[in-house]
């Protein structure tokens, strides 16, 4: 059943003249119990998205609908079904104990004080914040602050949940459990996690599907296998020394569809990572590294990730997407 | 070279902050109405309390009004090295300037600085814009002397109770550096017992023994003084010998307030609060 | 409808659980919250001591008890709000079904709880050093304290609600309005009435702010043994600048809340 629904959405922000497309003809269809992720660079629109479905923002044009309500005119239908969690957030009240916190945001939701005590002992126990819960939140860590903003997004029992980037700064131990929290909510509960994310293991971890956007635009919504069997590309990794100046010279080259490039100072190499059309782009490229004179000290292929997908359909990787979008 | 480059580097960053050119008509109005508010305030209750008993005098209005204008200005840069510290822990500025190889003290002067040069021209526009609030609210102007002499003197004064102010700021930036929380609590408790304590608004003498003794000690009394000396009484020799004490307790107190400082920071860098997160 | 008013008293009751248990958790916030009215109001004393009449000296201690109630106002009501946006909380109680007005009265009825001792702080300390006689009608006296209290937090819920319009500059805007408030509305001293220094049209002007009606009935109620009969007319504008103000504050908030969602300015965040 379709729980989450977008028809052409659109938004626009103006400001002194500068007029800022953030959003554009997003068609989505959501279903209950899905995993669904919203995968693309800082600035393509996610979190825009986001604070629409969630009604903080209005759509400038067009439609979206939680549970049949649209987030325009009726939003006193879906905030008793929704919540929501930003990664970095820091929304506690510091002087008051974790699970004082928790009590507090569920009266907001008009939780009987014995619903409340069930839920947040099932919720304490799954996100492993026993022993944390009547500490005063300015003295617990990040991760454990992150899982308490956590447990408040489920503590209304809702239908659909916005996580905006929620393993953000966290450690890996920390994030790796709150997938698994999110994956099983879905599953068990068979709520809808929408979750915005620009980290790739996470969504090839736990979604069923990805929405990859850019520019606000939706360029393709399918399961992660799906994306890379049909638009993951090869890609060869190429560790060189010393690190080119410029990639442009790689990027126009015939059959590179894109190129991304991380550099290891300390050793003065640069690793680059070419998705090419053909394989045949391999020989092009060798010839290009010579005559810029740099040594490989290693190359091999790599199975096609989630990125390369990205760059296959945009023709740049994240980071250098981001730059773009920063100039 | 360094040092002075730092100090300039400070208080260039303290001015643009200070004169908030976001919004400068707001800022401007936050650092002249309000002080001059709290000016009028004080004269007010002054000016009620004394009518009703038949002992209102303009040269006691005076008194007020050149002690709340000074006293509010005062209060506003001793604090600076505590906001300083605050707002850099939170911004992770203050630990970067910290690993510096000037540190933190001449950031802080600086800073202290630009918050001087920032203040001085507000005392004028308090002094001056009370002065005729007063006369048109209570129908007496407060007998204040507005000379080429006394207003050089008033500033000589300002100037020379920098120091002190600079050493208080440290001495209340050495408890911000331990604390993540409540910093500008005891600068709230300092800046109130300084109304209290420096004649800002009477004189020490009329506190019960052995009270008005810590009055003598403080430098900000001797500000006083020499203002009221300049503006009010056109007295030379009060002034000079109130000039002297201001001049010897800032001394004494800017080299208390560096020690504290120093001892502070090495015991915050002992402990590992130099960079500790404010959450 | 049951249900809303369960929300509506369940949000208001959290809300309020959440400032007192903060500031009674922590005792360094009384510590924090007595500094400014208690030193305040004993320099007042002590200035009009020093003036040769010690008898006003109570209104300097009254004075001090309502500062601390206002600057709870501005400080802990008015820019509430902005601090909230700043680490994520706003946007979690609008997207909640909870109502904002709820909160809001929620957060004044706490503030006042929490405000209480410093308040009861000031008044002992006050009395206790200078020995002030004071000659009450108390039926006044608590009329007068509840209704300005209400129409002080009023407003308190109408300037969040105007703050939130301001963003950053929610604090810069609590220093340039806390001094000429006390000012006009007399915290101190008499701004209206019999020894008022202002001028008529100021006067009037300085009555529209609430405080002003507030402090001039207290004092009239405190050390005069005025009785309802002769504040009645504060009592009542006191009461009617409190409905409006709720009014008001209530209305500014949905207006800000619809445009900030139009112009995709209610959220803010630190990261």
């Not at chain 1, 894109?258 to 490229?285: C, H, P, Y």
């Not at chain 1, 810029?292 to 989630?306: F, G, I």
């Not at chain 2, 976001?22 to 004080?42: D, R, Y």
């Not at chain 3, 009329?143 to 963003?167: D, N, P």
Request: charged share 15%; aromatic share 12%.
């Amino acid at each position: 059943m379709t729980i989450v629904e977008t028809h052409q959405l659109a938004r626009r922000f103006e400001s002194k003249g500068n007029n800022v497309v953030a959003l554009q003809s997003v068609d989505l269809k959501v279903n209950e119990g899905e995993v669904f992720g919203l995968l693309g660079p800082n600035g393509a629109g996610k979190t825009t998205l986001i604070r629409i479905l969630s009604t903080l923002l209005l759509p400038t044009s067009d439609t979206a609908t939680i549970a049949g309500y649209d987030v325009a005119n009726q939003t006193e239908k879906i905030r008793p079904i929704i919540n929501m969690a930003s990664g970095a957030e820091r929304a506690g009240y510091e002087f008051i104990s974790a699970r004082g916190n928790l009590w507090f945001f569920s009266q907001l939701y008009g939780i009987s004080t014995e619903d409340f005590k069930q839920r947040v002992t099932a919720l304490s126990s799954q996100l492993e914040l026993d022993g944390y819960m009547d500490k005063k939140v300015y003295t617990l860590s990040t991760g454990y602050r992150q899982r308490m903003t956590i447990a408040r997004a489920f503590i209304n029992d809702p239908k659909v949940v916005f996580m905006d980037e929620p393993t953000i700064a966290l450690d890996v131990m920390t994030a790796r459990r709150i997938r698994e929290f999110l994956a099983n909510q879905a599953k068990e509960h068979k709520r809808t996690i929408f979750l915005a994310t620009h980290n790739m293991a996470e969504t090839e971890a736990i979604c069923n599907r990805v929405a990859i956007i850019d520019k606000g635009k939706i360029l393709v919504c399918e399961s992660p296998d799906y994306l890379k069997r049909n638009y993951g590309v090869p890609a060869y990794v190429m560790e060189v020394t010393p690190p080119p100046t410029s990639l442009k010279v790689f990027t126009s080259m015939p059959g590179v569809k894109g190129v991304t490039s991380t550099q290891d100072e300390e050793r003065n190499v640069a690793r680059l990572k070419f998705v090419v059309e053909k394989e045949e782009a391999l020989d092009s490229i060798m010839r290009t590294i010579s005559s810029l004179k740099l040594k490989v000290l290693s190359s091999w292929r790599q199975e096609p990730t989630l990125e390369e997908v990205f760059v296959n359909l945009v023709g740049s990787g994240f980071a250098e997407r981001e730059t773009e979008n920063a100039s | 070279m360094r040092l002075h480059k730092a100090i300039f580097a400070a208080a260039w960053m303290g001015w643009q902050r200070e004169m908030e050119w976001t919004n400068p008509a707001l800022s401007l109005f936050i650092k002249t109405v309000a002080p001059t508010a709290a000016v009028l305030g004080a004269a007010a209750v002054y000016w009620f309390g004394s009518s009703f008993a038949g002992l209102f005098t303009p040269d006691r209005l005076a008194y007020i009004v050149v002690g709340a204008s000074l006293y509010a200005q005062v209060g506003a840069y001793a604090y600076v090295p505590t906001a300083a510290i605050s707002e850099g822990k939170w911004s992770n500025l203050y630990p970067q300037v910290y690993i510096t190889p000037t540190s933190s003290i001449p950031y802080l002067a600086g800073r202290c600085l630009a918050s001087f040069a920032d203040s001085a021209p507000v005392v004028a526009i308090s002094l001056a814009v009370s002065y005729y609030a007063s006369y048109a609210l209570f129908g007496s102007p407060p007998t204040i002397l507005l000379t080429v002499n006394s207003v050089l003197m008033t500033t000589a004064a300002l100037v020379v109770s920098l120091p002190a102010a600079l050493g208080l700021g440290y001495i209340l930036g050495s408890y911000s550096i331990f604390v993540s929380r409540f910093e500008w609590a005891l600068p709230s408790y300092v800046s109130g017992l300084l109304m209290i304590f420096s004649e800002a608004l009477f004189p020490a003498s009329i506190l019960p023994y052995p009270l008005p003794l810590i009055a003598q000690a403080l430098p900000f009394t001797y500000l006083m003084r020499a203002s009221r000396a300049a503006l009010i009484y056109d007295s030379w020799s009060t002034f000079t010998t109130s000039m002297g004490y201001l001049a010897l307790g800032g001394l004494i107190l800017l080299i208390i307030g560096i020690v504290a400082f120093n001892q502070a920071e090495r015991s915050a860098r002992d402990k590992g609060l130099i960079d500790k997160k404010v959450m | 409808m049951q249900a809303n008013l369960n929300l509506w008293l369940r949000s208001a009751y959290s809300r309020a659980w959440v400032r007192v248990k903060s500031t009674y958790g922590e005792p360094v916030w009384l510590a924090v919250n007595l500094a400014v009215p208690l030193l305040s109001s004993l320099a007042m004393a002590l200035l009009y001591q020093s003036t040769g009449l010690s008898k006003y000296t109570g209104f300097a201690i009254v004075g001090g008890i309502m500062l601390a109630f206002w600057g709870n106002v501005l400080w802990s009501m008015a820019s509430q709000f902005n601090w909230d946006k700043e680490v994520g909380i706003f946007e979690i109680y609008l997207i909640s079904p909870a109502p904002i007005s709820a909160l809001l009265v929620g957060m004044s009825l706490g503030g006042i709880l929490a405000t209480a001792p410093s308040a009861a702080l000031v008044a002992l300390i006050g009395w206790a050093f200078f020995s002030t006689s004071i000659s009450p009608s108390w039926l006044a006296v608590f009329l007068t304290f509840i209704l300005t209290l209400a129409s002080l937090y009023a407003m308190g819920m109408l300037l969040s609600s105007l703050y939130l319009a301001y963003g950053r500059e929610a604090e810069s805007l609590n220093n340039a309005i806390g001094e000429p408030i006390n000012f006009l509305s007399g915290i101190y001293f008499p701004s209206i009435g019999t020894g008022s220094p202002f001028p008529f049209a100021l006067q009037i002007a300085a009555s529209l702010i609430p405080l002003t009606i507030g402090m001039d009935a207290l004092r009239k109620s405190v050390f005069y043994a005025d009785g309802i009969s002769a504040i009645w007319l504060n009592l009542l504008i006191l009461a009617a600048m409190s409905a409006i103000l709720l009014f008001l504050g209530d209305k500014a908030l949905k207006v800000l809340e619809n445009r900030g969602r139009r112009e995709g300015t209610l959220v803010v965040r630190l990261r």
